[in-house]
Structures are given as structure tokens and as C-alpha cells.
């Protein structure tokens, strides 16, 4: 299983690059919005602090606009994945990206058909959105455990990236249902490595360790 962060905040990127957990990165226009200087600039440094792939969203809207847009966004490093929204008249772009050798990330998927008919196309990385279907009073980890059926059920090779995790409960979940990727928002990060079982074992140790009186540990 891949971790990707969900972030364009290039600090935060570098905080965790180095725990070797990061596995890739997600941006798309709200979260380049938050960082208030060159989008270009902020893309390609992301592109050179992770050696995985970095989702970068089209934002033009006319299928012949998008289909320039992603060949433009998938020049800007061998890492990037360009990423779509899915939209029916963008099913023809994405299929001709793919004969190109463009690596698709189709994003906003909401149900297992949609998943299995961009899977057909042979894109990289198919992305439900859990917490929006929760948003809706949804199970959005139902869905999600059943688009990996489908994709179990027809082998497809396309990757499934479990967006929108809000919660840890949302990651141990999609883990569970062996989803290929997880892109996590860093601060849900923070809060998988907090756990009061394993600071209260720090703490008795530390005590104990006090206890003996010694300066190391081999002495």
C-alpha cells in the first residue's frame, strides 16, 4: 500500500519526505490556492522533494483545452500524473491521453461504475472521494470496498486512491479493504502516529529506566 500526502504546502512536504512514509503527493486547485505564490514554482518543487508521483489537476474545461493542458502538465516532470475530474465528455481525452502514454489520475469518482469505466481506459489511479459520500449520509467506505471488488472481480491494472480519508478510523478501514493508495491530508498524519498507549509505554519505561540509576546502557 502507497501513502500519498493530500497537500501543496511545500514545508509540510518536507517535514515528512524524510520518515521514507511518503509515497507520493495529491494537489489540486484548493489546496494550490493556500499557498499564495507561483503555481509553476510551487508544482515543480514539489516534483523534485518526492521521487513518487505528483497529481496535478487540469483546470481548463473545454475537452480540446484539457486534452492541450494535460500534455503541457505531464511535461513538467517523469513524476507527474495528470489528474481529471470524471466527465463523460472527457472520457474520449482520457482514452486518447492514455494511448499517449500520459499517466491519468480520474478524480471525483463517486460510484463503482464510474470506477470500472475509466479502469477500461487503462488509467493509472482511479480516486473515490470517502468523505463525500459521508457528507451525503452515504457509507462512503461501503462504496469504496466494493469498487475494489470490481476492480478484484476484472483485474484491472488501474490503481485505486483512496481520496477524501478524513479520519483515522477512514484509513484503518481502507487498509483493511487492501486499497492500492491512500492520500492523506497531513494533519490525519499526525494524528496516526499519536496513540495514548504508546506515549503512556514511553513514559513507564523512561521511569523504569530512571530507576536503575545508570548513565548508559552498558555500564
Not at 508521483?53 to 494535460?70: G, H, L
Not at 473515490?128 to 457528507?135: E, I, T
Not at 499526525?190 to 519505561?205: A, D, N, Q, R, Y
Amino acid at each position: 500500500m502507497k501513502l500519498f500526502l493530500d497537500t501543496a504546502n511545500r514545508e509540510l512536504i518536507k517535514k515528512w519526505v524524510p520518515t521514507g512514509l511518503v509515497d507520493g503527493v495529491t494537489t489540486n486547485p484548493s489546496l494550490l490556492l493556500k499557498e499564495g505564490s507561483s503555481t509553476k514554482e510551487v508544482l515543480l518543487d514539489i516534483c523534485k522533494m518526492v521521487e513518487g508521483d505528483v497529481s496535478i489537476e487540469v483546470v481548463e474545461k473545454d475537452p480540446d483545452a484539457v486534452f492541450k493542458q494535460a500534455i503541457e502538465i505531464s511535461k513538467l516532470a517523469k513524476n507527474v500524473v495528470v489528474k481529471i475530474p470524471f466527465q463523460e465528455n472527457y472520457l474520449p481525452v482520457i482514452h486518447k491521453l492514455v494511448k499517449e502514454g500520459i499517466k491519468i489520475n480520474v478524480t471525483l469518482i463517486f460510484s463503482v461504475i464510474q470506477s470500472v469505466l475509466v479502469a477500461k481506459l487503462g488509467v493509472k489511479y482511479i480516486s473515490p472521494f470517502v468523505g463525500r459520500w459521508d457528507d451525503i449520509d452515504i457509507d462512503g467506505m461501503e462504496v469504496l470496498e466494493n469498487i475494489i471488488i470490481a476492480k478484484q472481480n476484472y483485474d484491472f491494472d488501474s490503481e485505486i486512491l483512496a481520496a477524501s480519508i478524513r479520519s483515522v478510523i477512514h484509513l484503518q478501514k481502507a487498509i483493511l479493504m487492501g486499497v492500492d493508495v491512500a492520500t492523506i491530508p497531513p494533519l490525519l498524519l499526525e494524528k496516526v502516529f499519536s496513540h495514548p498507549l504508546t506515549k503512556e509505554g514511553i513514559i513507564k519505561f523512561d521511569s523504569d529506566w530512571a530507576k536503575l540509576g545508570k548513565k548508559n546502557l552498558f555500564e
